[in-house]
């Protein structure tokens, strides 16, 4: 049987029509590209090395400028920055990683802390004055997190750890020789002590009125 030219123009029209319209429907279901994330930015202005090269990774969470936590959440909490001086950690050159000889100091750090219930405690990372402030900056804080998820997997509770970088801010020793810089590549530790319990411990004050 011939088809007439209308009924060709027809079915040409479907044979187009038909494949658009299933195209359009799949589309609802593509998943999309994932968003570019926060460390996908954060890289060196001036020195072109990326911001994870050691190879840690932060999570999305953990990122949030120089100050893990609230920086007001235990702001009037006393800070006890002697206790834990004889655990500072040292680093390489430009690293993070945490060497194995200085993970003895994190485990003291971390079985004090389990002691004492109620104190927190906080990560300062430092920087040796090489490389721009910005990366210092950044890379202060990379070991301050190293140091946090340390504790962590020592059985500290992440809300008990706060971590603040000042990159080259606050040098340990103020020469410009491999001996100064090897001070200053660090991180400290810091006790937040419950301001609940300060006076505890202190002697029985006299509650007369009269005197």
């Known amino acids: 049987m011939k088809l007439t030219n209308f009924s060709k123009l027809i079915l040409f029209g479907l044979i187009v029509t038909l494949p658009a319209i299933g195209c359009r429907t799949k589309s609802n279901y593509l998943t999309g590209l994932p968003k570019t994330g926060t460390t996908g930015s954060m890289a060196d202005s001036g020195s072109g090395k990326p911001l994870l090269e050691d190879g840690n990774k932060l999570k999305s969470e953990d ?15 006393p800070r006890d920055h002697e ?9 390489d050159f430009d690293s993070s990683i945490i060497k194995s000889e200085e993970k003895p100091k994190v485990v003291a750090v971390a079985d004090y802390i ?10 300062e990372g430092h920087c ?84």
């Not at 206790?83 to 680093?91: D, G, L, S």
């Open 63 to 77: 990122i949030s400028g120089t100050s893990f936590a609230d920086p007001n959440l235990r702001k009037d909490w």
């Open 83 to 91: 206790i834990f001086q004889a655990n500072t950690v040292h680093f």
């Open 114 to 123: 389990k002691a004492h219930g109620s104190d927190a405690v906080e990560i």
């Open 128 to 211: 040796d004055a090489r490389g721009t402030e910005e990366y210092n900056r950044s890379l202060g804080e990379r070991r301050a997190l190293a140091l946090r998820e340390e504790l962590i997997r020592l059985g500290i509770e992440p809300s008990r750890v706060d971590t603040i970088s000042y990159g080259e801010d606050r040098p340990a020793e103020t020469g410009h020789d491999e001996a100064a810089y090897r001070k200053n590549r660090r991180a400290e530790f810091v006790l937040e002590k419950h301001q609940n319990l300060v006076g505890l411990n202190s002697p029985v004050q006299n509650n007369d009125p009269n005197k």
